[in-house]
């Protein structure tokens, strides 16, 4: 299929929004919500880094939304729009073409969101595939790293470790479990509680390379401790010991939301509120890094707290 | 150099702007222009393709980030920010990285934008290098391809093929000519001359894949014809016959602008304002496609009007 056969005939039903303008200029063109900020983001997925080659075409879409929207719910943003950059190589044919962009259309849907444009490369050796997320926040209300205060309760969103034993099941070293499968290629980014969030959290992000090493990041941005009782931590499976806790601690691609409240904040009532399962793991402390405890005895530190880009 | 570093120590010093946050956050956050209509685009540079692997790192920065300014100014927009996508691979090495930042800070600063945020992305087999350009316009000033009018006159600015002789000349094919090799290797994106063409111009887009083939395009989206007089073109060289015509008319990457404007215009002050050379070479006529006159008479379109992407 010729490029413009495919952005005519598979994309441009993608964007059925005016700002997208049918996909035939240079730009997309929106005009924003009054009194909002703006939120952007782009991350980009590798086919053999960030996903396997034989991974389901519509979940790579997926994932490729997922965790793009993801940095706008660690923010407290609410999408508005998506531009795809899309590099592709001969492994993806016209038939992985079809079956991503369906995807991508159900996941978009899925979100209330839409394709505004974009641009496709093709030729590549392998896919590599961009998404910018725009969306907008309530001014003032933008969640980040910085900005966790001594005494303030740690949380997080949802389960711990699963998408890690996801992938192991994807790569055959565990037995197949559809659910922990789903949680590495089909991630849910918490957009209702992320919005939720917003004025009401006092520093937050997204746990992308595991759990550890991305609240080691927060502690270091807001220049404070966190004090983490790793008994509380909602593992995806239960774990039998010390190094099975590690394992899922240390894992990425959860995309779950890390968050700082002040204490006495009503974090019960807005887990209910917006459908997401929140604990509470440890309190933020003076100092810097991370202190862990397990059963009331320090646990040291492993050596290695998650995934480390290259 | 890790990621981190890279980030920490190369990117960051790009990203002076609050909407950045330092790079330390998840997604940038801009509080947009009270009463503007905001513009997207997304371009990928991919070497081999887009760009020569031994062109010089800060010349393909410069590339990335004017093919998608020009975007933004065939949309009568002004830029505000701009997002990276950066795969690497093992060839851009450290002194290619750090030359390539160091190209892409002095042309954010040449074009009055900023870093805002990104991601990026190693191992991969070649370079495949995404930006997000985001960009501001007067509610109803953006241009598209759709609006040309029966009767418009038809301009395009700078010259044209002179990108096509300089990759001749980058390839080796042509003799060296440090003119030639920039306009391939350093388009002008046409930011002033855009932004005054929002309200006055009837319809526009870029010179991406060509004159000829990008001129069959707005002529489609517009539902009119174009007649060009192919001796007013302004050709970056001197055509000693109608087959070195053609090459320049249907080279690509030269990045001007191609507009259509009401008859009466006056065109000459607003290329004075702007410094921005603008040639009459045709006019909106009825019916469909391009009808090509020399020396007053009609020229057969030929067989391929530009760069059409596999």
Do not use: C
């Amino acid at each position: 299929m010729a490029e413009r056969d495919f952005i005519a005939r598979l994309l441009a039903p993608l964007a059925a929004t005016p700002a997208a303008r049918g996909l035939t200029d240079d730009a997309a063109v929106w005009t924003p919500p009054i009194g909002r900020q703006l939120v952007f983001t782009h991350d980009i997925l590798a086919a053999g880094i960030h996903y396997l080659p034989d991974d389901p075409p519509s979940d790579v879409a997926w994932k490729l939304l997922a965790v793009n929207l993801s940095d706008l719910a660690a923010m407290a943003a609410t999408p508005a729009g998506v531009l795809l950059g899309l590099g592709l190589s001969a492994a993806e044919d016209d038939s992985w073409r079809s079956a991503f962009v369906a995807g991508l259309g159900r996941a978009l849907a899925h979100f209330g969101t839409a394709l505004w444009g974009g641009d496709t490369v093709t030729g590549l050796d392998r896919a590599v595939l961009g998404l910018t997320a725009i969306g907008w926040v309530e001014p003032g209300h933008a969640l980040g790293r910085v900005g966790a205060q001594i005494g303030d309760a740690l949380y997080v969103s949802g389960s711990i470790g699963g998408a890690g034993l996801g992938l192991a099941v994807a790569r055959g070293a565990r037995p197949f479990d559809k659910t922990l499968l789903n949680r590495f290629r089909r991630p849910t980014p918490r957009l209702a509680l992320g919005a939720a969030l917003g004025g009401l959290a006092s520093a937050g992000m997204d746990v992308s390379d595991g759990l550890l090493i991305d609240a080691d990041r927060l502690a270091a941005a807001s220049a404070v401790g966190l004090a983490i009782t790793l008994d509380s931590v909602p593992l995806a499976l239960p774990a039998e010991n010390l190094a099975e806790v590690m394992a899922q601690v240390t894992a990425g691609d959860d995309y779950e939301l890390l968050f700082t409240a002040p204490p006495g904040t009503d974090m019960a009532a807005l887990a209910t509120a917006t459908k997401t399962p929140v604990t509470r793991i440890g309190t933020v402390v003076h100092g810097s890094g991370l202190r862990l405890t397990l059963a009331g005895q320090p646990v040291p530190l492993p050596g290695r707290l998650g995934w480390e880009h290259a």
